[in-house]
Every structure is written in C-alpha cells, then in structure tokens.
C-alpha cells in the first residue's frame, strides 16, 4: 500500500463543540424513542436500576476507553485500533474491534434513519391539528360502530397509517440522508459541530417547556410508581442484556463512535470530565423523556410494552388533549425528537466516512455520498419491511455493541501498556481506577450478561 495513513488534520473547533457534538451523539432516538419502550417491556422500575448500573460502571468505562484510543491515534477507529496495537508490537487482528464497532454503527444507521423519517413525517402532522382530531374520530368510530374506540385505537391507527404511506415515508427518507450527507462531508469542525453546537442548545431549551407539559398534564403518579417501583421477580439475565444494550446504544458506546470522536481531540480536553458530563447528560434526558412519555401512558391507557410505536402511539394522545395549544406543543416536541435524532445520525455517518477517506483517491464528499446512497437502498427496504428494523435493533443492541465494548475493554486495559494512555488519562486515581474496571470488571460482567442473556433469550 502506498503511504501511511496520516492522524487527522481536522479537529473540534472548541471545547464547548465538541461537548456539544458528543452530547448530540449520545442524546438521540435512544433516548426517546428506544428507552421508554425497553424500559416499558422490561418492567420498569428494576430496569431502570440496571440500566443506570450499566451506565455508570460498564459504559463510563468504555466511553472514556474510545475517547483515550481516539485521541492516542488520532486515525479512524479501524486504522487507529491497529495502529496503536503495531506500535506496542501486538497482533494487528486487534483492529477487529475496529471492525465491529464500524459495521455496528452503519447497521444502526441503516434503521435509525428511517425512525428519523417517521418523526419528520409527525412534524407537520402535529402542526397540520391531526393529532386535535383523535377525540372527534374516537366518538365517530364508536358511534357508528357501536364499539367502544379509544383513543389509543385511533392513535395506533395513525402510525400504522404514516409508517405504511412508503411514498412519503421514502421521500422524507431521501431528503433527511441528503441532510446528513452534506452535513458530514462539510466536514468535522465545519459540519459536525456547527450543527451540534447549534441544535443542541436549542433542543435542551424545548425539553425543559415540554417535560413541564407532561408533568401538568398527565398521570405523573402512576409513571413514578411504574419508573420508579422496582419489580425484581421480572428481572432474568435478558433483562440485564437488554439494559447493557440501552446503555451503550443510548451513550453511543460499543460502536467506535467515542473512538472516532475521540480522533479529532484537541490535547487540553480532559478525557475523564468529558466523558463524565456525556453520560450524566444522556442519562437525565432518557429519565426526563421517561417522565415524559410515560404519564402519558398511563393517563390514557396505552400499552407501556408496546414496543417500538410507544413513542408514536403515545406522545400524540398527549398532544390530542391540549387543545389549540397541542399543535404547538407536539410540533415542538417531534421537532426536538429530530434535532437529537439529526446530530447523532451525522455521527454515525462519521465513524464510516472517517475510515473511508483514510482510502487512497477517496474524498469526504465522497465517502459522505457513498454512504448516504447505501443507507438509502438499505433504507427503502425497511421501509417496505418494517420488520428487519427490529433485527437489525436487536443485532446491533444485543450482540454487536455489547461484544465491541468488551473487546475495547481487553485491548485498552490489558492489550495496551499504561504508558501509552497515560498521557490520554493521566497518573493518578482516576487511571488506577479505570485500568482497574477496564481488566477486572468490564470484561467479564459482560461476557456473562452476553452468554446468559442470549441464552435466556433463546430459551
Ligand atoms: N446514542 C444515539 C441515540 O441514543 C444512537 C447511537 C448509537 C449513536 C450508537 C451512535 C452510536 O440515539
């Protein structure tokens, strides 16, 4: 091969950019959409516990692992993983992890742009009164059935419609990968983080009038008893898979992301505070988006275990009952649901972009549209298959992430020297504790909630 590959010329502009652009990463549909509806089917209140113990000792872990890989090669995941191995005269097979992250986040892509595509087309439904007219069809449909017809019915009935219009839903498909496209091949500093550093802001300003929405509004009670009340007789070895999977998925672990981000480090960022505010940020917004979500539920009777069309079922009963002012409101919360989604679908784009133009000949704009034309084939077929989008959810959340974060632990904690990543974590407390998780903890808790769980699952 002719030449070596070169570290990264472009970096984060700022500090506050790159939080802003991690953040943007970690909160995200995760949060929102996947969250409450795991949480939902895994009982609440005892998954809850799990998810945040995952969160804060397997997940923090990792997250601050690829941030110190990252900016140690200062390559994409695939070629730093294996540049950093080289250099401490270990087996180069190593940049497999590389591979797995990489894949992982382009299957993620595959179906995260196309939920994306189902909140674009919610926007001008809430804006257009649809939502305001669920209570006018509900009393309809039970007058000329004779049936009682919820408004849960006619809610679900709502999505089922949108998710099945494929003419709009590909369209709205097409425009959103254009969108990330031109984003991510204008380029780190240029693209990622102007964005981020533009809708993350704005998006934390609509969360706070939303979630004061929800609190006045719905059944705030039986959501705390149902978040909060934990259920151990429910909890298996799935479950313990299933909340490492919403762990890693929601704080973008386990798929390289942190260790391309991690590439375009400026030196005076401290890895261990960053990575402590990303999480602690993604944790609060999948709590406050349960608190959000799930009062709803209860108040109106929909189906906490409803599986992946939760958000979409529920969130439009909110909006059906607030009157003139649930257009604004439901307008304003799926526009916030496409912000969060927007800036951490750039960053899945990233991880691959960032390894293709690594490749001789290629350029940004054209790894970016490479990419964006293969998610968009890969997209339609989801689109005419909704079922493939559960698959590749559970490939990636259960197997994928879950290995890759595993792998990274063994190869940061015992494959590298503490020499080489003290210069990315320092000397001190905080790098004997990490070394210490990194070997001893992380890779065996998860090897054992993979085995198990998947063994749970499939019995
Ligand atoms: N963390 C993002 C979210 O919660 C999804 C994601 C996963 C992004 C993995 C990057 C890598 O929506």
């Known amino acids: 091969m002719a030449g070596e590959i070169g570290r990264k010329t472009d970096h984060w502009g700022s500090r506050f950019g790159f939080i802003m652009a991690a953040v943007g990463s970690s909160v995200g549909l995760g949060n929102f959409w996947r969250f409450p509806f795991t949480a939902g089917e895994n009982g609440g209140g005892a998954f809850i516990i799990i998810y945040l113990i995952c969160v804060l000792f397997l997940g923090l872990t990792v997250l601050m692992a690829e941030y110190a890989v990252g900016r140690k090669s200062g390559m994409s995941a695939i070629e730093g993983i294996h540049s950093l191995a080289r250099a401490e005269n270990k087996s180069e097979n190593w940049q497999v992890v590389g591979w797995i992250g990489t894949l992982g986040s382009f299957f993620i892509l595959t179906f995260y742009i196309v939920i994306s595509a189902w909140v674009l087309a919610f926007i001008p439904q809430a804006f257009d009164g649809t939502f305001t007219r669920f209570a006018d069809e509900a009393a309809r449909l039970t007058a000329e059935t004779g049936t009682t017809v919820s408004l849960a019915d006619v809610s679900s ?12 839903i590909g369209t709205l498909l097409a425009a959103f990968i254009a969108l990330n496209t ?22 934390f300003i609509l969360l706070i009038g939303i979630v004061g929405f929800a609190l006045v509004e719905g059944d705030a009670g039986a959501a705390a008893s149902f978040l909060l009340t934990p259920d151990f007789s429910k909890v298996t070895m799935a479950t313990f898979l299933e909340a490492v999977g919403q762990a890693f998925f929601s704080l973008s672990v386990g ?3 942190m260790v391309t981000y ?7 960022t401290n890895i261990p505070r960053s990575s402590a505010i990303v999480a602690s940020a993604d944790t609060m917004v999948a709590l406050i988006a349960g608190f959000a979500i799930f009062p709803i539920v209860f108040a109106f009777g929909a189906d906490p275990a409803g599986g992946p069309g939760l958000f979409f079922v529920s969130m439009p009963i909110a909006f059906s009952q607030m009157g003139a002012l649930g257009v604004w409101v439901g307008g304003a919360f799926f526009l916030l649901a496409l912000f969060a989604a927007f800036t951490s679908s750039i960053s899945l784009m990233e991880v691959g972009v960032a390894w293709l133009e690594e490749r001789e000949g290629v350029t940004r704009p054209g790894a970016a549209m490479g990419i964006g034309f293969v998610l968009f084939m890969i997209g339609m077929g989801y689109v005419f298959s909704s079922d493939f989008i559960d698959f590749a959810d559970i490939i990636t959340g259960n197997i994928m992430l879950p290995l890759c974060a595993l792998l990274l632990a063994v190869f940061a904690g015992w494959i590298l020297s503490r020499e080489m990543l003290t210069s990315e974590l320092g000397e001190g407390t905080i790098m ?4 210490f998780m990194c070997r001893w903890v992380v890779p065996p808790a998860l090897a054992f909630i993979l085995v198990l769980g998947t063994l749970t699952k499939l019995g």
Do not use: H
């Not at 984003?183 to 998006?203: D, N």
């Not at 991690?262 to 005076?268: F, K, P, Q, T, V």
């Not at 004997?432 to 070394?435: G, M, P, S, V, Y």
């Open 255 to 257: 798929s390289c992301l």
């Open 432 to 435: 004997n504790l990490w070394r």
């Open 262 to 268: 991690g590439a375009y480090l400026s030196r005076d």
């Open 182 to 203: 031109f984003i991510v091949a204008r380029g780190v500093k240029g693209g990622i983080e102007k964005a981020a550093t533009f809708l993350m802001p704005a998006f």
């Open 157 to 168: 009935t709502n999505f089922g419609q949108t998710i099945s219009n494929k003419y709009m």
